[in-house]
């Protein structure tokens, strides 16, 4: 089993800066993809960036730019610094990672973080 542990969010005026953490720890052999995913109230949830193994990185257009995500492979760690906050990127923001437990399973286990707020008010 795994556990992952998010932290950083909170309250910040428009155009400062967020870092959020997300760890994971338990059965781990190693971490092939990590994302982090929000949720605004009434809105569906969306893919705000991924990062993969080899270190490739996708984000969606809103956050380009001013998003960046990155990862600490020796402490299964991924991060999301978030920059020039607007009001639109209040949400919940929870991270997806998925975890191979040995070296010869074939295919990864999917966990989710337990969701951390992030609101961007003045």
């Known amino acids: 089993q795994v556990q992952l542990v998010e932290s950083g969010g909170g309250l910040v005026q428009p155009g400062g800066s967020l870092r959020l953490s997300c760890a994971a720890s338990g059965s781990i052999f190693s971490i092939n993809y990590m994302g982090w995913y929000r949720q605004a109230p009434g809105k569906q949830r969306e893919l705000v960036a991924s990062?993969?193994?080899?270190?490739?990185?996708a984000y969606v257009d809103s956050v380009k730019g001013r998003f960046t995500i990155s990862r600490d492979n020796a402490k299964n760690t991924v991060y999301l610094q978030m920059n020039s906050l607007k009001p639109e990127d209040t949400a919940v923001y929870s991270c997806?990672?998925?975890?191979?437990?040995?070296?010869?399973?074939?295919?990864?286990?999917?966990?989710w973080g337990q969701g951390t707020q992030v609101t961007v008010s003045s």
């Open positions: 990062i993969t193994s080899d270190g490739s990185t």
């Open positions: 997806n990672v998925g975890v191979f437990p040995t070296f010869d399973v074939q295919r990864p286990s999917w966990y």
